[in-house]
């Protein structure tokens, strides 16, 4: 119970005091019994000078030869007798034995008990704590807390019982489910059928644009505990590969995007972004796909960009010597399904997920947005696959065996070609003919009326039937403003719709009165073409009804809705 409270009655009232000062002495070395070789100890000063902070609440014993104890209880004085043994472990890893992590590890004076460093590492992480709001002993916990962190990763992947060191990215966590030679696949039992996407690695490249590293004020305090061992790069090689990389400024063939136009953005005091650069992005790129591929010839990576990264990707590689791909390894180029969408309409087919064989059904981002939906989505895809079966089935059934020969050599064709020609996926996209337009249609028969046998059609009839097609669409423009100006129009709204009204009705008229000379005399009576009455009949207000005394409308909604029979491209 070394770090227990206890309080002493000093007549009036109970006070706070500290079990050192009763005489509490902790031994280290022989389960608890003082060293045999210890006559009188010598105590060092720590050269960081620490000091004793005189709280009132604080109970803290102002004697040098106390070592200052931090723990989830507080701060303990305690008086802590190290084992003089000529086999005796050094002071820091007796301190280790005691559960006791030392602040330094020459002449420790402040310790740190596991407890508080593991506590302090869950309230970082599930509360976003900083050590400067912790507690007061910022630069020990700072400096502890990332060696408790190292530690930890060492247990965790498997070192505490290995004598080699780490090698770079051995302290990364792993997804699960891609192949890695020797630890969830041996390559040895390989089968020549299986496919060839079933030993793929997938990476997604990605920078987060807010992430970023200020310049240390003391550079030569700055110590890298897991230099490139992590997700992070060996600094001193990376800065070399920058020293030589540039970035090239290709003009790009697609839309903008903010990978791009940021990627060269000002980096005034900072030591490194999130907004990654072509040159960076190629060096971890290299690194990730060189980290246990031995034997993997095949690999997938996404990135918002890759319709442009990818393009010279290869040739970069082969001018740089600090990047190297896995030889004979073949990179599929993707592009998330959030972000192809916002790519020209070629890119989808080119780069999406969903048209590379064994991409699966990923979104092609870092940590799958879609995971926490996975149990819904499962019971939806059960379903869904017999539906697709179903409707795979049927386009099988109706279609002739030369065209389903034909499919198949083309989606053969295209998925082999993809990496070298991107185009040959064109083949899985909408093939849409477009149509002439009004303008066109109307120059071919101007341009035509004069090759047609007299009698048959007149000169000047595609212009006729031109503005034909245009007063329909200032009927339906008519149409559309009368129903904006809902059930109280003005009196000025009312003069401009009856004199457009008026207007047009000339312009049909003359229209029709020229439809003779074109149609012949069979033409019918005009009576059946005057909708314009009806229409006028829709939009006339009943100046009595919107008077002030009654200025609502009749409820008929009806009333714009006259339909526009004024169809002369069909006679």
């Not at 310790?111 to 599930?126: G, K, M, S």
């Not at 972004?273 to 690194?287: H, P, V």
């Not at 009856?498 to 033409?523: C, K, Y």
Request: aromatic share 10%.
């Amino acid at each position: 119970m070394p770090f227990h409270w206890i309080s002493q009655w000093t007549g009036g009232f109970f006070e706070d005091t500290s079990l050192t000062k009763i005489g509490l002495e902790i031994h280290l070395g022989h389960q608890g019994k003082p060293c045999p070789e210890v006559t009188e100890e010598s105590y060092d000063t720590d050269d960081e000078g620490d000091y004793f902070t005189e709280d009132p609440w604080v109970p803290l014993v102002n004697d040098p030869r106390t070592t200052m104890v931090v723990d989830t209880s507080g701060l303990h004085s305690l008086m802590i007798r190290f084992c003089r043994c000529t086999n005796a472990l050094s002071p820091d890893m007796q301190l280790f034995k005691m559960g006791l992590f030392p602040a330094s590890f020459t002449l420790p004076k402040t310790a740190f008990t596991f407890a508080v460093l593991d506590n302090f590492l869950l309230d970082h992480l599930e509360c976003g704590t900083s050590a400067m709001n912790y507690y007061s002993k910022l630069r020990e916990l700072m400096r502890v807390g990332r060696q408790w962190r190292q530690l930890k990763q060492l247990k965790w992947h498997g070192f505490s019982h290995e004598k080699r060191q780490p090698k770079a990215g051995e302290l990364a966590l792993f997804c699960p489910a891609c192949p890695q030679p020797g630890v969830n696949v041996n390559l040895a039992e390989k089968n020549a059928a299986d496919p060839a996407w079933l030993y793929s690695r997938s990476l997604v490249m990605d920078g987060n644009f807010k992430a970023e590293h200020m310049f240390p004020a003391n550079l030569t305090d700055e110590v890298a505990l897991t230099d490139g061992l992590g997700f992070m790069v060996g600094d001193a090689q990376y800065k070399m590969h920058l020293a030589k990389a540039k970035d090239v400024v290709n003009r790009s063939d697609c839309n903008n995007h903010r990978a791009v136009n940021q990627a060269n953005a000002s980096r005034h005091k900072l030591e490194a972004m999130g907004i990654g650069g072509q040159m960076n992005m190629d060096y971890t790129l290299c690194q990730a796909l060189g980290y246990n591929t031995n034997g993997i010839d095949r690999a997938l990576t996404f990135y918002d960009i890759n319709c442009q990264y990818h393009k010279h990707l290869q040739q970069r590689v082969d001018e740089s010597p600090y990047l190297d791909l896995p030889w004979g390894m073949e990179v599929t180029p993707g592009i998330g399904l959030w972000h192809v969408h916002g790519h020209q309409d070629k890119c989808y087919v080119w780069y999406a997920s969903n048209f590379i064989t064994g991409a699966a059904r990923i979104d092609g981002k870092i940590m799958e947005t879609t995971g926490k939906f996975l149990c819904r989505k499962f019971k939806e895809a059960v379903q869904g696959v017999q539906n697709s079966q179903y409707a795979f089935d049927r386009l099988i059934e109706t279609t002739d065996d030369d065209t389903l020969v034909k499919w198949e050599a083309e989606a053969a064709a295209a998925q082999d070609d993809r990496l070298n020609n991107p185009s040959a996926m064109d083949i899985y996209e909408v093939q849409l003919t477009k149509e002439p337009t009004r303008k066109q249609q109307e120059l071919h028969l101007l341009n035509h009326q004069g090759r047609w046998p007299v009698g048959e059609i007149h000169r000047g009839a595609a212009m006729w039937l031109a503005s034909g097609i245009t007063l329909e669409e200032v009927q339906v423009a008519l149409l559309i403003d009368v129903k904006k100006l809902g059930k109280r129009p003005t009196d000025v709204q009312k003069l401009a719709v009856a004199r457009r009204h008026d207007r047009l009705q000339g312009q049909i008229d003359e229209f029709v009165r020229v439809a003779v000379t074109f149609l012949g005399d069979q033409l019918d009576d005009y009576d059946e073409l005057d909708l314009m009455t009806v229409m006028l009949d829709a939009v006339e207000l009943d100046y009595a009804g919107s008077s002030d005394d009654d200025p609502d409308w009749p409820d008929d909604e009806d009333r714009y809705d006259a339909p526009v029979k004024f169809t002369p491209e069909t006679w």
